[in-house]
């Protein structure tokens, strides 16, 4: 007598130690600002000493500080928390008259104090308690040269992936964006991913690389290039410029449009009705924070009045976690 093939079938052993992709929700990718910044990722920003990358992040912080919004308009809806942990700059007589030029909120910026907590490492234990505790949206190490072992931790590839490995880690548990600001190489006739100091493991593990560079028939103005996108398109780009007399300002982002991430939507006869179809496309993919859900619809027109009473009337489910509200279309576990 032949056995069937599902008979034959080994039972599986040790089923803890594997996880079956069928048991896995699909998640959309959230961004801190399309397509640069993703949370719950990593982001490489990497240039010359003196092209500007820490004053554009600066900058950034500021806005996110506050509930700004990004060079290209998008909203970040609530203040954000930050940290900030720079090791190049004094505390009190560069980094904060910097942060607040650029009309930061120093209330939802914090650091770990290095003449306190001395010899920080990058992945260091205090650097996800800081994380823990604070429960920031965006962490920036500037620059990552600064918070190695030695120097040859990003030299060497094993080492590299495991510090990548953790940050990647720490980032995706607490929720929030994680920005490395680092060096280029001497390489100048490299290709940009290969101009990072250390291993290629490093841009490997980033999500985003973004590059700055001098514009050279104007060296007060910096082009951004994305060199690197893993979750959407790479060849965005954005200006800015820092000039002697009149310092930072932006001068234009570029984009190209993404027909994944912005389809053309049907007719609708009303708000609400229009609501009910962007509420259901944006939670089928899961869960997300109610004050996201509200400034992606606002961008489409929907007011938040008009959005909660659309959940209530889809029976959407709204539930806290973290300190944070959060919608649902999935049926609620026992």
């Avoid at 996201?292 to 029976?315: F, N, P, V, W």
Wanted: proline share 4%.
């Amino acid at each position: 007598m032949v056995e069937s093939e599902e008979s034959t079938m080994p039972e599986m052993e040790g089923s803890e130690l594997i996880t079956l992709y069928s048991d896995v929700k699909t998640t959309n990718v959230r961004w801190l600002w399309y397509p640069f910044i993703a949370i719950g990722k990593i982001t490489l920003l990497q240039g010359d000493p003196g092209d500007g990358k820490s004053t554009l992040m600066m900058n950034l912080i500021a806005e996110l500080s506050t509930g700004g919004a990004t060079p290209d308009g998008q909203a970040f809806g609530r203040p954000q928390r930050v940290i900030y942990q720079c090791s190049e700059d004094g505390v009190s007589d560069t980094i904060k008259p910097r942060l607040e030029k650029s009309g930061a909120d120093c209330r939802n910026i914090a650091f770990i104090n290095e003449e306190i907590h001395s010899s920080l490492t990058l992945d260091d234990e205090r650097i996800r308690q800081a994380i823990f505790d604070f429960r920031p949206r965006l962490v920036v190490i500037d620059p990552i040269q600064a918070y190695l072992g030695s120097d040859s931790d990003l030299q060497i590839a094993g080492r590299a992936r495991r510090l990548m490995h953790r940050l990647s880690l720490w980032a995706s548990t607490y929720d929030c964006a994680v920005v490395l600001i680092g060096h280029l190489n001497k390489k100048e006739n490299s290709k940009g991913l290969y101009r990072s100091l250390g291993s290629i493991d490093v841009v490997a593990a980033a999500r985003s690389v973004l590059q700055v560079e001098r514009d050279p028939e104007d060296t007060d103005i910096r082009i951004v290039t994305q060199i690197k996108n893993s979750l959407g398109p790479s060849d965005a780009e954005l200006r800015f410029e820092i000039r002697p007399k009149t310092g930072f300002a932006w001068l234009g982002v570029s984009i190209t449009p993404s027909e994944e991430r912005k389809p053309e939507l049907p007719m609708f006869e009303t708000k609400m009705e229009k609501a009910a179809y962007l509420i259901k496309d944006i939670l089928s993919q899961g869960d997300m924070r109610s004050v996201e859900i509200y400034e992606m619809l606002k961008e489409e027109g929907i007011s938040q009045r008009t959005a909660e009473d659309t959940r209530k009337s889809m029976g959407v489910r709204c539930y806290r976690k973290m300190k944070q509200w959060y919608w649902s279309i999935r049926p609620q576990e026992d």
